[in-house]
């Protein structure tokens, strides 16, 4: 008879295909052995409308899904942990058996005492604990499947009965955090759902399967949040990092989708590329996972793959970070379907296949944690009881940090280092080494010796030796270095000098020194906020003027030395059309000193003691108005930095200008042209002539990286690019890629020495650290005075590089910056921006913003 009734079908469906039709949703509940489902519990097309699979759900319909499900189950809760720069909301779902959520506070508490108080934690306590799991899904925006899995999940856990159910909720606490991007993931199914027609289709040309620039994968501000683990520059993260520490969770999974010609990734990744920072046992609990990963795929006959790709190296990722703090995590990476279906060279892909495999692989990592929750427990404890033996292991001992230099950037990273729950000390006696002196009160130590020992090791060292010579993704990142910071490694124990344990990171105002002036104000120049103080200087009409040479002046009956760079701030205004009152002039200046943490100096007369008087032959400045090449041919990324650090930042308006709108009349409305990186592959001769006769109007162009390389190759300036030969590939086919790779520049640290004369150097000391991810090198400037920045003769801090390519790099130019045909050029070598933690060289970057016309 069953067979009579499959025969009818298999006619039925060549008659009719539609009746055959693949399944384009999810139906629910899903046919799951020996488990049933409760009928109380809404379906996400109860709540929403459509059905999972049916199309790309936005983020508001998860919000409400979670919300219905959490107002209906006992099992589950929400909270907010954040909001995004678009003002979404970010949550999660906390979910766990009826009698846990009675008891969640003492769970919780219970938990952190496996990182606070290892050692009163026994291994029979241990028994009787919840694990606790942070699965983060769709961080990339455009890599849906994630969020939509995670709906499956919550309905699964809430609706579902089973004995597996039943030993996942009662043995684990599992944070859901359905889209770690909230706007990127609008961003991309408002695109996809939006040019989609009632019949999907797999044809890669068509409008759904090419997201528009900047796609979906980058937060408002281009910014790719699974970097920003460590660093923390933005709300989506600092929101997250809050929830991570709060919770303390053991096992960390990051959901994610590659190119859609691959299966499913699972780690371990590749062994060789595992960070040495990270302890081996979590490489044996990633391994002894992975086991439980294959068998959930197996169940449902998906392909998958581990160990061949990825690398567990750099921590800013969501699953690498976990590796350094206690807990352990684990990438899946599902192959992309993008939109509702595409072709691959395997055939069709379906948007439903991919939620699938998100969703049983989250299956298989419950599975896996319920039978080795004991052994995840006693790793995080394990990992905090012994942090401070792992210190006496390690060569620096403790981190001493000057406040005195660069005070607002010390603030910044100090608040990063609070974020990251590590304790900060005062300075008890005075110290000085390396031509450097700390004095109580104007220094901050951080001895590694305390819970985060391995964290603070992997955040702070420099490393120039590596096993392996690819990297995934940078192969740098040491915070003091980025946050350009005066600092020394101290590698005895810091007993005799250590202080008091100071409270969380905290930001100073800027002094006003001198009351009130009759004459003019003196600001600083060099910390990280004056340029947004200078601003609003120029925003309000006022002309200020750069000094160009140091000078003394007598303020309260002292003399007080000043040094390049400083602006003077007129109280009377020449220029009376201006209609800028003199207490305008005490307004502002009241409060750049408190809201952008400047040192401001009252003068009550013109003259100076040493060097030109204020009313000398200083720079005038003027208002930069700032375009930035955005679109088709630029980095997303790149633009994104830079629109970040000037807008949200800095506070300075910057036009984002597609490259196929560049004209006479649209360039002439600025005065500062920015190209980060890019192909600028719209651009043609006629835009390069506009760009060219632009400048000769007195425009200044700033240029970054691969657009200082587009710049040069097209002659807007005339500087050489340094021939980098690569070696021959005469080389066996398989070792092709890893040599390719070492002869690349993933991300690595160098010295930078300063022309601290010229403008675009003003604030700055002579040696700086900066960081490189090309290999774009320029010959010396032959014009005058032009090589601001060159690297040294042995540039490498920290980080890889091959020795052919150091030998290459060695007093090569770094900074350019010159005048071009009646208008000006800087050229930086390297990104002084990269992902908003570079502090350190933002200020090079806003130099040639303020001042790239001054000189
Ligand atoms: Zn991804």
Redesign the pocket.
């Known amino acids: 008879m069953i067979t009579i009734i499959k025969n009818i079908i298999l006619i039925l469906g060549i008659l009719f295909p539609t009746l055959q039709a693949k399944e384009n949703f999810i139906q629910l509940p899903m046919d799951i052995a020996e488990t049933t489902f409760n009928d109380a519990i809404p379906l996400p097309k109860e709540v929403f409308g459509h059905n999972i699979g049916e199309q790309h759900t936005r983020t508001d319909q998860i919000i409400d899904y979670f919300e219905a499900v959490a107002a209906t189950s006992e099992r589950v809760i929400i909270n907010d942990h954040g909001h995004t720069h678009e003002g979404r909301r970010l949550i999660h779902a906390i979910v766990t058996s009826a009698d846990n959520q009675k008891i969640l506070d003492e769970i919780q508490a219970n938990n952190q005492k496996l990182s606070s108080d290892p050692k009163k934690v026994s291994n029979k306590k241990i028994k009787k604990m919840p694990v606790v799991a942070y699965f983060g899904y769709s961080?990339?925006g455009d890599?849906a499947s994630g969020g939509e899995a995670a709906m499956l999940l919550l309905y699964h856990l809430s609706a579902g009965s089973s004995i597996a159910i039943r030993n996942y909720l009662e043995n684990i606490v599992l944070i859901i955090d359905p889209m770690l991007n909230p706007d990127g993931r609008d961003r991309f199914a408002n695109w996809a759902n939006g040019n989609r027609g009632h019949v999907a289709t797999i044809d890669l040309n068509d409008r759904e399967h090419n997201q528009p620039w900047p796609g979906g994968r980058t937060n408002h501000y281009l910014h790719d949040l699974?970097r920003d683990w460590l660093p923390a520059t933005q709300p989506e993260s600092q929101g997250r990092l809050k929830l991570y520490y709060n919770w303390r969770p053991q096992v960390v999974v990051d959901f994610?989708?590659m190119g859609r010609d691959r299966t499913y990734f699972f780690q371990p990744g590749i062994p060789s590329r595992n960070n040495p920072n990270t302890p081996e046992n979590v490489f044996y609990l990633t391994n002894k996972l992975a086991t439980y990963h294959a068998e959930a795929l197996n169940s449902i006959g998906a392909m998958y793959y581990s160990k061949e790709r990825f690398d567990d190296f750099y921590y800013g990722k969501g699953s690498t970070f976990p590796d350094v703090t206690g807990a352990v995590g684990i990438l899946f990476e599902q192959a992309s379907s993008r939109g509702l279906a595409t072709s691959t060279t395997s055939g069709e892909l379906s948007y439903t296949f991919s939620i699938k495999n998100h969703f049983n692989a989250s299956l298989g990592t419950l599975e896996g944690m319920w039978e080795m929750r004991d052994e995840f427990l006693e790793h995080q404890r394990n990992f905090y009881r012994d942090a401070s033996k792992a210190a006496i292991q390690f060569p620096t001992k403790a981190y001493l940090i000057s406040t005195d230099y660069k005070k607002t950037q010390v603030r910044l990273l100090l608040n990063n280092l609070s974020q990251h729950q590590v304790k900060l000390h005062s300075l008890k006696k005075p110290y000085a080494a390396n031509n450097m002196k700390f004095q109580p009160g104007n220094a901050v130590l951080v001895p590694v010796s305390q819970p985060q020992s391995r964290f603070i090791k992997a955040i702070m060292e420099k490393v120039t030796s590596f096993k392996d010579s690819l990297f995934y993704d940078v192969s740098a990142w040491s915070l003091p270095l980025a946050a350009g910071v005066d600092y020394i490694e101290l590698k005895q124990n810091p007993s005799a000098i250590i202080g008091d344990e100071l409270p969380d990171g905290y930001f100073t105002a800027g002094e006003k020194i001198g009351g009130r002036a009759t004459y003019a104000y003196i600001m600083e120049w060099g910390d990280y906020y004056a340029p947004r103080a200078l601003y609003r200087i120029l925003d309000i009409g006022i002309i200020p003027r750069l000094a160009l040479k140091p000078f003394s002046i007598t303020i309260n009956g002292q003399p007080v030395n000043f040094k390049r760079g400083s602006i003077i701030i007129p109280l009377v205004q020449r220029d009376k059309t201006l209609n800028i009152s003199n207490d305008d002039v005490h307004e502002v200046v009241r409060t750049i000193a408190a809201e952008d943490f400047v040192n401001i100096y009252a003068v009550n007369t013109g003259l100076a003691d040493d060097g030109p008087d204020l009313g000398g032959l200083h720079a005038v400045l003027e208002k930069p108005k700032v375009a930035l090449l955005a679109g088709t041919g630029t980095s997303a990324y790149s633009v994104g930095q830079v629109w970040h650090l000037l807008n949200e930042r800095m506070h300075i308006p910057v036009s984002l200008i597609n490259t196929d709108k560049i004209n006479r009349t649209l360039l002439d409305k600025y005065n500062v042209l920015v190209m980060t990186d890019g192909y600028f592959g719209p651009i043609d001769s006629t835009d390069i002539k506009t760009i060219k006769s632009w400048i000769s109007r007195g425009g200044c162009i700033i240029t970054t990286s691969s657009g200082s390389n587009w710049a040069v190759k097209n002659e807007i300036v005339k500087e050489e690019i340094k021939d980098s030969k690569k070696d021959t590939l005469d080389i066996a086919y398989e070792k092709v890629r890893t040599t390719r790779g070492a002869q690349q520049i993933g991300g690595s640290i160098f010295e930078l020495a300063l022309d601290t004369t010229h403008p675009i150097a003003f604030g700055y000391k002579e040696m700086i650290p900066v960081f490189r991810n090309n290999e774009y090198f320029f010959e010396l400037s032959s014009a005058d005075a032009a090589n601001v920045g060159r690297y040294t003769e042995a540039p490498l801090l920290s980080g890889y590089i091959s020795d052919r390519l150091l030998a290459d790099m060695k007093n090569t130019a770094a900074i350019i910056a010159r005048k071009v045909n009646g208008g000006y050029a800087v050229l930086f070598a390297d990104n002084p921006h990269f992902r908003a933690f570079w502090y350190g060289t933002d200020g090079l970057f806003l130099n040639a913003v303020f001042f790239g016309r001054s000189f």
Do not use: A, F, M
Request: aromatic share 0%; glycine share 0%.
């Open positions: 961080i990339h890599e699974n994610h989708e």
